[in-house]
């Protein structure tokens, strides 16, 4: 029968174990949502974002991506890299600055046909100072980011 010094020792043992760091999810989503529901490919196709239709959904990297259409749900599906936003849809900002953050779907720009989303106004005018930069850097920094 284990004695509560045996008990102590193992766990002592344990507690010593270096901690593993939980990483974040390669997609950022909000209840299992890709960029808040709205459809990636809309900022392409129609220059902006418009919220996708929960009933013309997908997944994809273990996101729920929606729809507006069926047209742009089969465009995602013949090429999700294409329309998909760069570092996972999270804040292209904090990431060139080697952290992350939730987006604002309605803070974004297209970069050499990339799709970026930004967090807020703020996060967006540091972006603006130096785009290029700011992808150069994010770009580094990604994925390690999100095991930090």
């Not at 909000?30 to 459809?39: C, P, V, W």
């Amino acid at each position: 029968m284990p004695t509560r010094r045996n008990i102590l020792a193992g766990l002592g043992a344990f507690a010593l174990a270096p901690a593993a760091r939980a990483a974040s999810p390669m997609i950022f989503t909000d209840q299992g949502a890709a960029i808040l529901g709205f459809d990636t490919v809309s900022y392409f196709a129609n220059g902006g974002p418009i919220a996708g239709n929960p009933e013309n959904a997908l997944m994809w990297k273990d996101a729920v991506w929606r729809f507006a259409s069926d047209a742009n749900r089969e465009a995602f599906e013949a090429n999700p890299r294409a329309y998909a936003p760069q570092f996972g849809g999270y804040c292209a900002y904090a990431v060139s600055q080697g952290f992350l953050t939730t987006t604002d779907p309605k803070i974004w720009h297209i970069v050499n046909g990339k799709l970026y989303l930004i967090h807020s106004h703020p996060m967006d005018r540091e972006w603006m100072r130096d785009p290029e930069a700011n992808i150069v850097r994010a770009e580094a920094n990604w994925p390690s980011v999100l095991y930090g």
